[in-house]
C-alpha cells in the first residue's frame, strides 16, 4: 500500500464517526442493528474509508445524496468486514440509476451469427472498475428484506467472484472441474437449483442462480446475509463454506 494512502487512512479512522451517518445506519440499515457491537464498530471503519476512495455518480437523472452513499457502502462493506482487503481495490466507480436501465446485449449464436439487442438491467459489474446499481431495486430491497435479496451484495459479490476466482472452478452444466471442497458444494448446490427451476419446483435460493456459477454464488450470497437461519438449516454445507469465505456467520447476529 503507498505509504499516502496509508497515512489517509490513518487519518480517517482518527476521527469520529459522524452523527448523521450513525442515524442513517440505525434507521435504514436493518443488518446494523443485528451486528456484535466489535463488528459495528469495524463497519463504520470499512465505510469511513469506502466513501473516501470510491466515486459514485448518478446517472439517468438521479441525484446522489451523501445518505444513499452510506447505505450502498453500508451493504458493500458487510462483505469485507473480515477480510484484509484493499476495499476492493480494482473499483473506481459505482453508477447508480433511479430505476432499471436499458443495456446491449450481444448474443453469438450458431454460425458465429451476433445478435444486438437491448434488455433491462437492475446492476451489474463491468469488470472494468464500475459497479452499477438501480435505486429503486436498492430501496424495494429494503423495504422487503427478508425476501433474501439484496442488489448490493449480489453486485459486490461478482467483484469478490472476479478477483478470486470463485466460481472458475465450475462449469456452466454444473460439474466440479476442480478437485476442492469449494467447487465440489457450489457445483452441487448450482445443479440442484437448475434442476429445481426447470421442474418449477420452489428452492431457497433465488432461481435466477441457476442462470451460471457466477449468479449463483451471488444469490447464495445474497441468501447467506439476508436469510442465515434459513440457509444454515436448509443448506448446511453451502452456509458452513460460505462461513468460512466471508469469516462471518450472520445466524448467530
Request: overall charge negative.
Amino acid at each position: 500500500m503507498p505509504i499516502f494512502r496509508f497515512l489517509k487512512r490513518r487519518w480517517l479512522l482518527s476521527r469520529p464517526f459522524p452523527e448523521d451517518w450513525l442515524r442513517v445506519l440505525e434507521q435504514k440499515i436493518p443488518v446494523y442493528k443485528r451486528l456484535p457491537q466489535n463488528l459495528k464498530e469495524k463497519l463504520k471503519q470499512r465505510i469511513t474509508i469506502f466513501l473516501d476512495e470510491k466515486k459514485f455518480e448518478g446517472c439517468g437523472g438521479m441525484e446522489m445524496t451523501d445518505e444513499k452513499r452510506l447505505m450502498i457502502a453500508a451493504y458493500a462493506c458487510i462483505l469485507i468486514l473480515e477480510e484484509t482487503s484493499d476495499y476492493y481495490g480494482d473499483l473506481q466507480s459505482i453508477l447508480v440509476y433511479p430505476d432499471d436501465y436499458v443495456a446491449p446485449v450481444h448474443d453469438e449464436g450458431e454460425g458465429g451469427i451476433v445478435s444486438v439487442g437491448y434488455e433491462s438491467r437492475k446492476g451489474e459489474y463491468w469488470g472494468m472498475g464500475s459497479i452499477v446499481l438501480s435505486w429503486k431495486d436498492i430501496e424495494r430491497n429494503l423495504y422487503t428484506y427478508k425476501d433474501g435479496q439484496n442488489l448490493i451484495y449480489h453486485e459486490f459479490s461478482h467483484l469478490l467472484d472476479d478477483r478470486y476466482g470463485l466460481t472458475a472452478g465450475i462449469s456452466e452444466t454444473g460439474e466440479a472441474i476442480r478437485d476442492d471442497e469449494w467447487s465440489r458444494i457450489l457445483a452441487k448446490t448450482y445443479r440442484r437449483l437448475i434442476k429445481n427451476s426447470r421442474m418449477g419446483r420452489g428452492h431457497l435460493l433465488d432461481p435466477y442462480g441457476a442462470q451460471h456459477p457466477a449468479e449463483l454464488f451471488s444469490v447464495a450470497t445474497e441468501a447467506f446475509f439476508e436469510q442465515p437461519a434459513e440457509v444454515k438449516r436448509s443448506l448446511p454445507d453451502l452456509y458452513n463454506l460460505f462461513r468460512s469465505f466471508y469469516q462471518l456467520d450472520p445466524a448467530s447476529w
